[in-house]
Protein backbone atom coordinates (compact mmCIF):
# COMPACT_ATOMS: atom_id res chain seq x y z
CA UNK A 1 0.00 0.00 0.00
CA UNK A 2 1.06 3.96 -0.39
CA UNK A 3 3.82 5.10 2.48
CA UNK A 4 4.30 8.56 2.72
CA UNK A 5 7.14 9.31 5.39
CA UNK A 6 7.57 13.08 6.14
CA UNK A 7 10.48 14.03 7.79
CA UNK A 8 12.93 16.70 8.29
CA UNK A 9 10.67 19.32 10.79
CA UNK A 10 11.56 21.38 13.74
CA UNK A 11 11.55 24.78 15.39
CA UNK A 12 13.26 27.67 14.04
CA UNK A 13 13.74 31.20 13.78
CA UNK A 14 11.88 34.03 12.12
CA UNK A 15 13.91 34.32 8.93
CA UNK A 16 15.56 30.28 9.41
CA UNK A 17 15.37 27.59 7.23
CA UNK A 18 14.37 23.51 6.89
CA UNK A 19 14.55 20.96 4.24
CA UNK A 20 11.61 19.02 4.69
CA UNK A 21 11.27 15.07 2.62
CA UNK A 22 9.21 12.61 1.99
CA UNK A 23 10.44 8.81 1.53
CA UNK A 24 7.39 6.82 -0.37
CA UNK A 25 6.88 3.30 -0.99
CA UNK A 26 4.14 1.15 -2.31
CA UNK A 27 3.84 2.73 -5.35
CA UNK A 28 5.98 3.60 -8.76
CA UNK A 29 6.93 7.40 -7.51
CA UNK A 30 7.77 8.80 -10.86
CA UNK A 31 4.40 8.06 -12.38
CA UNK A 32 3.11 10.36 -10.20
CA UNK A 33 2.83 14.33 -9.13
CA UNK A 34 3.50 15.05 -5.72
CA UNK A 35 1.79 17.47 -3.44
CA UNK A 36 3.06 19.22 -0.22
CA UNK A 37 -0.30 20.13 1.99
CA UNK A 38 -0.44 21.84 5.47
CA UNK A 39 -2.36 22.27 8.27
CA UNK A 40 -2.18 25.19 10.93
CA UNK A 41 -3.85 24.89 14.34
CA UNK A 42 -7.75 25.49 13.78
CA UNK A 43 -7.25 26.33 9.59
CA UNK A 44 -8.46 23.94 6.99
CA UNK A 45 -5.16 21.83 5.23
CA UNK A 46 -3.55 23.94 2.15
CA UNK A 47 -1.92 23.48 -0.83
CA UNK A 48 1.71 24.53 -0.39
CA UNK A 49 3.21 23.43 -3.65
CA UNK A 50 3.06 20.58 -6.82
CA UNK A 51 6.04 19.08 -8.69
CA UNK A 52 4.81 17.12 -11.80
CA UNK A 53 6.32 13.78 -12.75
CA UNK A 54 9.60 14.47 -14.23
CA UNK A 55 10.22 17.39 -11.99
CA UNK A 56 10.42 19.97 -14.51
CA UNK A 57 6.99 21.76 -13.33
CA UNK A 58 6.33 23.12 -10.11
CA UNK A 59 3.18 25.14 -8.84
CA UNK A 60 3.99 26.80 -5.62
CA UNK A 61 1.38 28.86 -3.55
CA UNK A 62 1.52 32.55 -3.40
CA UNK A 63 1.90 32.96 0.59
CA UNK A 64 5.35 31.18 -0.13
CA UNK A 65 6.19 31.76 -3.90
CA UNK A 66 10.15 32.63 -3.75
CA UNK A 67 10.66 31.09 -0.78
CA UNK A 68 9.76 27.87 -1.14
CA UNK A 69 11.47 25.11 -3.64
CA UNK A 70 9.72 21.87 -4.49
CA UNK A 71 12.12 18.83 -5.85
CA UNK A 72 12.11 15.41 -6.34
CA UNK A 73 14.54 12.16 -6.65
CA UNK A 74 12.67 9.53 -8.49
CA UNK A 75 15.58 7.22 -8.42
CA UNK A 76 15.32 7.43 -4.22
CA UNK A 77 11.15 7.96 -4.70
CA UNK A 78 11.59 10.75 -2.32
CA UNK A 79 10.27 14.34 -2.75
CA UNK A 80 11.49 17.15 -0.92
CA UNK A 81 10.52 21.04 0.38
CA UNK A 82 13.46 23.69 0.99
CA UNK A 83 11.66 26.39 3.04
CA UNK A 84 13.82 29.66 3.33
CA UNK A 85 12.88 33.06 4.84
CA UNK A 86 10.50 31.04 7.77
CA UNK A 87 7.77 33.11 9.15
CA UNK A 88 5.36 32.65 12.12
CA UNK A 89 2.64 32.00 9.44
CA UNK A 90 4.92 29.15 8.17
CA UNK A 91 3.57 27.31 11.66
CA UNK A 92 1.74 23.97 10.49
CA UNK A 93 1.99 20.53 10.30
CA UNK A 94 3.12 19.46 6.60
CA UNK A 95 2.40 16.34 4.75
CA UNK A 96 2.82 15.20 1.25
CA UNK A 97 0.35 13.61 -0.66
CA UNK A 98 -0.07 11.96 -3.92
CA UNK A 99 -1.23 14.15 -6.59
CA UNK A 100 -1.86 17.61 -7.64
CA UNK A 101 -4.71 18.36 -5.28
CA UNK A 102 -5.35 17.77 -1.82
CA UNK A 103 -8.91 15.57 -1.27
CA UNK A 104 -10.13 13.83 2.31
CA UNK A 105 -9.39 10.45 0.33
CA UNK A 106 -5.84 11.59 -0.80
CA UNK A 107 -3.16 9.71 0.82
CA UNK A 108 -0.69 11.59 3.64
CA UNK A 109 1.72 10.37 6.04
CA UNK A 110 2.04 11.55 9.48
CA UNK A 111 3.53 14.95 8.76
CA UNK A 112 5.85 17.02 10.13
CA UNK A 113 5.46 19.65 12.86
CA UNK A 114 7.30 22.95 11.34
CA UNK A 115 7.18 26.16 14.38
CA UNK A 116 8.74 29.61 13.63
CA UNK A 117 9.20 31.40 16.83
CA UNK A 118 11.88 33.41 18.14
Known amino acids: QVQLVESGGGLVQPGGSLRLSCVTS????????MSWVRQAPGKAIEQVST????????DTALSVLGRFTTSRDNNKNTLYLQMNNLKPEDTAIYYC???????????RGQGTQVTVSS
Open 97 to 107: TTGTRYSSDSP
Open 26 to 33: GFTFSDYA
Open 51 to 58: IYRGGGRT
